[in-house]
Structures are given as structure tokens and as C-alpha cells.
């Protein structure tokens, strides 16, 4: 059974940062990409961030490139999402989530991902 539990949400100013953790336990963590998704009230679920098995590629959504990081270190089981800059729609629950698929078109896709944290909320304010 892999469990995930994410850390590091909370309240933050308009152009502040935050850095959020996902702790994973069971099989191993280096066999999964992980990605982080998103859901603001009133809204779907979405696609944020995602990372190889190795670590070496990334993905981003438009709105969070080059403001968002997301790094994994597979010595901690853990994997983190710095968010800097952040804006008033970046208000959210995040989830992190593992996949076992390859970084690709698919891995921005709920169906990709086989387990989810159960969230933590970030709160921008003005």
C-alpha cells in the first residue's frame, strides 16, 4: 500500500512563497513519477507539475512555469513544489499523486496517477 501525505500549505501574501512536501511510503519511490495537481472551490481538479522516476524531466502548466519548482529527492521518499510569486488564483487544495506511467502527454492526466495525498491547502491573499 503507498501512502502519501503532503505538508506545507497554508496562508501567504500576494507574491510570497511557499514549499509544499509529499512524504511517501510503501514500494518504492523511485519507481513512480510524481505530480502534483490542484483544485480551486467551484473547479476541477487540475494538472500543476510533474517528475520523472530519475528526477531529470519536468513538466509545467503555462500558468506556473517559472514560478513553480518541483524536485524530488528518492533518498526521503519525498517530493517537494516550491511555489514563488504566487498570485491569488494559485488558491488551491494541491495533491500530490504517484503514477507509475513515463513522463509524457498522459502523465498531465488524473487517470495516470494511481495514488493521491489528501491535500493541502494554500490560500493566497491581498
Known amino acids: 500500500q503507498v501512502q502519501l501525505v503532503e505538508s506545507g500549505g497554508g496562508l501567504v501574501q500576494a507574491g510570497g512563497s511557499l514549499r509544499l512536501s509529499c512524504a511517501v511510503s510503501?514500494?518504492?519511490?523511485?519507481?513512480?513519477?510524481m505530480g502534483w495537481f490542484r483544485q480551486a472551490p467551484g473547479k476541477e481538479r487540475e494538472f500543476v507539475t510533474a517528475?520523472?522516476?530519475?528526477?531529470?524531466?519536468?513538466d509545467y502548466r503555462d500558468s506556473v512555469k517559472g514560478r513553480f519548482t518541483i524536485s524530488r529527492d528518492n533518498a526521503k521518499n519525498t517530493v517537494y513544489l516550491e511555489m514563488n510569486d504566487l498570485k491569488l488564483e494559485d488558491t488551491a487544495v494541491y495533491y500530490c499523486?504517484?503514477?507509475?506511467?513515463?513522463?509524457?502527454?498522459?502523465?498531465?492526466?488524473?487517470?495516470?496517477?494511481?495514488?493521491w495525498g489528501q491535500g493541502t491547502q494554500v490560500t493566497v491573499s491581498s
Open positions: 510503501g514500494r518504492t519511490f523511485s519507481s513512480y513519477c
Open positions: 499523486a504517484a503514477g507509475a506511467a513515463r513522463l509524457g502527454p498522459l502523465i498531465r492526466q488524473e487517470g495516470a496517477y494511481g495514488y
Open positions: 517528475i520523472s522516476k530519475t528526477g531529470i524531466s519536468t
